[in-house]
């Protein structure tokens, strides 16, 4: 088994051969007997280590669990750690008279290396700076860790800011990675399952305080396979709510969904809050601005309402569904796609869908659509029917919308329908940041004893310009 740690000290620090410290591959029979850390930032004492050459660098190479091989004592490295090690090659340790003291120092050395900027500040970003096809440094903090797959993991990262939205349709794939998918077949599985819309906001792997506003970034972190018989070894990432620096992170897009890919030359490191996203995600709760990329000019949204309550973020929206209470909120989003694929499906007669009929002479015909709304902090699909859908489509009356012309092409009024949901999704162009929608959402529920299994949210009281 083996594990590779970087370590650092003062002297690496002042060492422009060294800005990122030293490589070492500790290799043992069990992997017990690893040098296993609680948190990046702890010290390691080590006995009888080699020093070899690796691509023109030299690395350590510890020999665990051998006689007359590398030892090691691990300690915490925090303040308040104690100077017992928590974790040992040897119950025969000692500690010498002067360790207390070298690790007293090295702690500070560690307060100190968190609270400097990481490295050149020339690729430093927001996230809302991040564009496709580049690379990029960001302090941020860590939501949640998604591990549930063998090739890849997916840490979501949060600096208070909004990532700029894209439409689904754009997927932007790193071709100098020889990772374009030839046309007419499928991505590679590990891509597929790296993949995610969304941070789910339910479950373990997620900070318990969520904030409402600012885009979870997707970081993707590909893993090795894992051998048959054996695991894929230890991986180190950052705990889930600590503040990290990401260096040199890959940006792309998947399907409307901008992402970062962590590099084997990727690196992270602990560090303290950024005190200014932190100031800046608070100025936006107050003054209500879910949404820093939708135009403020009221008159640019797409669809209005006459609601005046504050704006709730769809991640609030879906944190709050889990408590299995009806409500309404007033939410500003885009919509991403919509469902049925073809306008011409939109309607149904009350007969095809058991519904009773409000005129005993006529079948007549409602909509049930499905838009895919997302704003920065998440998505979701929601409803319009009936009478709230008849509101939202004003000027276009619940019909045969498939009834074509003799010629076989649409009929005007589904030609019409069309343009509409083309400028709904942005596809006539215009200003970045996308189109966005004000719209009223009720969340309600088929079983409240079960509310995430049975949430569902409906459009109303919204108005299509």
């Given at each position: 088994?083996?594990?590779?740690?970087?370590?650092?000290?003062?002297?690496?620090?002042?060492?422009?051969?060294?800005?990122?410290?030293?490589?070492?591959?500790?290799?043992?029979?069990e992997?017990?007997?690893?040098?296993?850390?609680r948190?990046?930032?702890?010290?390691?004492?080590?006995?009888?280590?080699?020093?070899?050459?690796?691509?023109g660098?030299?690395?350590?190479?510890?020999?665990?669990h051998?006689?007359?091989?590398?030892?090691?004592?691990?300690?915490?490295?925090?303040?308040?750690?104690?100077?017992?090690?928590?974790?040992?090659?040897?119950?025969?340790?000692?500690?010498?008279a002067?360790?207390?003291?070298?690790?007293?120092?090295?702690?500070?050395?560690?307060?100190?290396?968190?609270?400097?900027?990481?490295?050149?500040?020339?690729?430093?970003k927001?996230?809302?700076d991040i564009?496709?096809?580049?690379?990029?440094d960001?302090?941020?903090?860590?939501?949640?860790?998604?591990?549930?797959?063998?090739?890849?993991?997916?840490?979501?990262?949060?600096d208070?800011?909004?990532?700029?939205?894209?439409?689904?349709?754009?997927?932007?794939?790193?071709?100098?990675?020889g990772?374009?998918?030839?046309?007419?077949?499928?991505?590679?599985?590990?891509?597929?399952?790296?993949?995610?819309?969304?941070?789910?906001?339910?479950?373990?792997?997620t900070?318990?305080?969520?904030?409402?506003?600012?885009?979870?970034?997707?970081?993707?972190?590909?893993t090795?396979?894992?051998?048959?018989?054996?695991?894929?070894?230890?991986?180190?990432?950052?705990?889930?709510?600590?503040?990290?620096?990401?260096?040199?992170?890959?940006?792309?897009?998947?399907?409307?969904?901008?992402?970062g890919?962590?590099?084997?030359?990727?690196?992270?490191?602990?560090?303290?809050?950024?005190?200014?996203?932190?100031?800046?995600?608070?100025?936006?709760?107050?003054?209500?601005?879910?949404?820093?990329?939708?135009?403020?000019?009221?008159?640019?949204?797409?669809?209005?309402t006459?609601?005046?309550?504050?704006?709730?973020?769809?991640?609030?929206?879906?944190?709050?569904a889990?408590?299995?209470?009806?409500?309404?909120d007033?939410?500003?989003?885009?919509?991403?796609?919509?469902?049925?694929?073809?306008?011409?499906?939109?309607?149904?007669?009350r007969?095809?869908?058991?519904?009773?009929?409000?005129?005993?002479?006529?079948?007549?015909?409602?909509?049930?659509?499905k838009?895919h709304?997302?704003?920065?902090?998440?998505?979701?699909?929601?409803?319009?029917?009936?009478?709230?859908?008849?509101?939202?489509?004003?000027?276009?009356?619940?019909?045969?919308?498939s009834?074509?012309?003799q010629?076989?092409?649409?009929?005007p009024?589904?030609?019409?329908?069309?343009?509409?949901?083309?400028?709904?999704?942005?596809?006539?162009?215009?200003?970045?940041?996308?189109?966005?929608?004000?719209?009223?959402?009720?969340?309600y529920?088929t079983?409240?004893?079960?509310?995430?299994?049975?949430?569902?949210?409906r459009?109303?009281?919204?108005?299509?310009?």
């Amino acid at each position: 088994m083996v594990s590779n740690l970087r370590l650092v000290d003062p002297s690496t620090a002042t060492n422009p051969q060294f800005p990122e410290g030293l490589e070492m591959l500790a290799f043992s029979v069990e992997q017990r007997h690893l040098p296993t850390l609680r948190r990046p930032g702890d010290i390691i004492r080590l006995h009888r280590v080699t020093v070899s050459q690796y691509n023109g660098k030299p690395q350590l190479i510890a020999k665990i669990h051998r006689a007359k091989e590398c030892s090691f004592c691990l300690f915490d490295g925090r303040p308040e750690g104690s100077n017992t090690p928590y974790q040992v090659s040897s119950d025969t340790y000692t500690l010498e008279a002067r360790d207390p003291g070298i690790i007293s120092a090295l702690r500070s050395f560690g307060r100190l290396l968190a609270s400097t900027p990481l490295g050149s500040t020339a690729y430093l970003k927001r996230i809302k700076d991040i564009r496709a096809g580049g690379f990029f440094d960001i302090v941020c903090r860590v939501l949640s860790v998604d591990n549930r797959h063998l090739d890849a993991d997916v840490m979501f990262v949060w600096d208070g800011t909004d990532a700029l939205p894209l439409p689904f349709t754009v997927d932007q794939l790193d071709a100098s990675a020889g990772e374009v998918v030839p046309e007419g077949t499928q991505p590679d599985p590990a891509w597929l399952a790296a993949r995610r819309r969304a941070m789910h906001v339910h479950g373990n792997g997620t900070v318990p305080d969520l904030p409402a506003l600012g885009t979870a970034l997707p970081i993707i972190i590909t893993t090795p396979a894992p051998v048959e018989g054996k695991s894929r070894g230890p991986w180190v990432l950052p705990s889930v709510g600590s503040w990290v620096k990401l260096r040199n992170v890959r940006s792309w897009v998947v399907a409307g969904q901008l992402q970062g890919r962590y590099l084997p030359n990727s690196k992270w490191a602990p560090c303290n809050a950024d005190e200014q996203a932190l100031t800046e995600d608070a100025q936006r709760l107050k003054v209500n601005n879910v949404a820093g990329w939708a135009p403020s000019n009221l008159e640019h949204w797409l669809a209005n309402t006459q609601q005046v309550q504050p704006f709730t973020s769809l991640r609030t929206l879906q944190i709050q569904a889990g408590d299995g209470v009806p409500r309404k909120d007033r939410c500003l989003v885009n919509v991403v796609r919509y469902m049925p694929a073809d306008v011409a499906d939109f309607c149904y007669t009350r007969s095809q869908l058991g519904l009773p009929h409000t005129d005993v002479n006529q079948d007549s015909w409602v909509y049930l659509v499905k838009l895919h709304l997302q704003d920065a902090t998440g998505e979701i699909d929601a409803a319009l029917f009936d009478k709230d859908a008849n509101e939202f489509f004003q000027g276009f009356p619940a019909q045969d919308y498939s009834k074509s012309l003799q010629d076989g092409t649409p009929s005007p009024a589904c030609f019409a329908l069309q343009k509409k949901m083309d400028t709904l999704l942005g596809l006539q162009g215009g200003q970045e940041g996308g189109t966005w929608i004000e719209c009223c959402i009720k969340t309600y529920y088929t079983d409240r004893k079960h509310p995430l299994d049975t949430c569902q949210f409906r459009i109303f009281a919204t108005r299509l310009h």
